[in-house]
Nanobody, 127 residues
Framework: QLQLVESGGGLVQAGGSLRLSCAAS????????MGWFRQAPGKEREFVAS????????SYADSVKGRFTISVDNAKNTLYLQMNSLEPEDTAVYYC????????????????????WGQGTQVTVSS
């Protein structure tokens, strides 16, 4: 079993920044893909970004490209999402997710492709 625990959410004004963290533990994830998703009230969960745990290949949703950066710290077993130039439309519960196997060339942008999920952290951007 793989445990994921998010932190770093909060309230920020439009134009501000936040950094989300996701601490992973419990299983080997040397071939993992990690992802960030978000879900706003009344909306479906949507892809934000993904990264290969080793190798660092990334993929971003068009809505966050150029503003958000996904990264991993292998030594700390931690996934990050640096969010800059935040907009009210970024308000949502943010979830980190993981899968323990991955094929080359697949960006893994669908929630159904991930087996493990964190509990979520609220991000609220005021206008």
């Amino acid at each position: 079993q793989l445990q994921l625990v998010e932190s770093g959410g909060g309230l920020v004004q439009a134009g501000g920044s936040l950094r989300l963290s996701c601490a992973a533990s419990g299983r080997s994830f040397s071939s993992a893909v990690m992802g960030w998703f978000r879900q706003a009230p009344g909306k479906e969960r949507e892809f934000v970004a993904s990264i290969r745990w080793f190798g660092g290949t990334t993929s971003y949703a068009d809505s966050v490209k150029g503003r958000f950066t996904i990264s991993v710290d292998n030594a700390k077993n931690t996934l990050y999402l640096q969010m800059n130039s935040l907009e009210p439309e970024d308000t949502a519960v943010y979830y980190c997710a993981a899968r323990l196997s991955a094929s080359v060339g697949i960006p893994y942008r669908e929630a159904s492709q991930y087996l493990y999920w964190g509990q979520g952290t609220q991000v609220t951007v005021s206008s």
